[in-house]
């Protein structure tokens, strides 16, 4: 009777001979059975690795031949995408090299702390000459206050449209002297400003708790209200354009009219009925109420080309439901 040891053995595919373990295509030499049983779980051990190195190492059988294929195969795969990856970065980077040297050659390129210079000098300069616009922020208390988390959404919104025109008026060849009064320190609008605003506090343009009504004298304030019968027809260096702090969801009608009778203030609205029509819309909306920042687009490129329909162009968005007379044509 074969012994357990001969049995695991034979399992394995190695036959034993004479007590002499024996592979295909390879010996191990023993003593005879009493070898093999004196060997035990050692000489077990060397048949099994040794079948083993047979079928992936030893002898170029089908398997080790199907392995390296496929391992050669998954490597040309992968130096194909790094390949693709190299090139599209150098594509990428003479992309970048050309832009740069057109930009170089169209005009002189000067250093970040330069351009911040020339922007600085600018804007202060527009303190002096150019016409101011003033952003009456004491008209926040009109707010909608059904809810206090639609009220915060209104503040957040009219803090970003204060960050756009101001970022309009960095960047325009003929910038406007910015002010924004009844901004009071800890009010809603003062702490949502500086918490979505980075820097600004070092902002170039005025802000004071005081009311315009206070800093400029009556008859240089224009109020801009989209409810006002007088067309604005042209921009006045010396004059202060006065736009209501509001936000389209809490607009009430002719509320910044109103308050500019008051005051027996001039008032005045963009030229929209005068070079837009209204162009047809699923929603059958129009609307000649715009943010702030897309009133002071309008101001700034009027400024700028003397021409209204450009500039109407330029700060009434397609939403608004109008647009120009020669385009409806």
Not at 299 to 322: D, N
Request: aromatic share 8%; charged share 25%; proline share 4%.
């Amino acid at each position: 009777m074969q012994s357990m040891t001969q049995r695991r053995v034979i399992l394995w595919g190695e036959q034993i001979d004479n007590g002499n373990v024996r592979l295909p295509g390879r010996m191990m030499e023993g003593t005879g059975k009493a070898s093999v049983k004196a060997s035990g779980s050692c000489r077990l051990t060397q048949a099994v690795t040794a079948q083993r190195t047979f079928l992936w190492g030893t002898r170029s059988g089908t398997r080790y031949v199907q392995y390296k294929r496929n391992v050669l195969r998954k490597q040309r795969h992968w130096e194909k995408i790094v390949t693709a990856k190299k090139k599209k970065r150098k594509q990428e980077k003479e992309r970048r090299k050309a832009k740069h040297a057109e930009d170089k050659g169209a005009a002189h390129q000067h250093s970040k702390r330069v351009l911040k210079a020339i922007t600085k000098e600018r804007l202060l300069a527009a303190k002096e000459a150019a016409p101011w616009l003033c952003v009456d922020l004491s008209m926040t208390s009109h707010m909608t206050k059904k809810m206090f988390v639609l009220s915060w959404k209104e503040i957040s919104r009219l803090a970003a449209q204060i960050r756009r025109l101001y970022g309009s008026n960095k960047k325009a060849g003929k910038p406007f002297w910015i002010c924004l009064t009844g901004f009071v320190a800890g009010s809603p609008i003062s702490e949502e400003c500086f918490r979505m605003n980075d820097g600004f506090s070092n902002y170039l343009m005025d802000t004071t708790p005081e009311s315009y009504l206070d800093l400029f004298p009556l008859e240089t304030i224009v109020y801009l209200t989209p409810d006002s019968e007088n067309a604005l027809q042209d921009i006045d260096p010396h004059r202060v354009y006065v736009l209501g702090g509001l936000v389209d969801e809490s607009i009430q009608k002719k509320l910044t009219l109103q308050k500019a009778q008051e005051h027996s203030l001039q008032t005045a609205r963009l030229p929209i009925a005068e070079y837009m029509v209204k162009n047809a819309n699923v929603k059958n909306y129009h609307s000649e109420t715009l943010a702030i920042n897309q009133v002071f687009d309008v101001l700034s490129t009027y400024y700028e080309t003397q021409s209204w329909p450009e500039a109407l162009k330029a700060g009434v968005p397609p939403g608004k439901g109008y647009v120009l007379q020669e385009t409806a044509l």
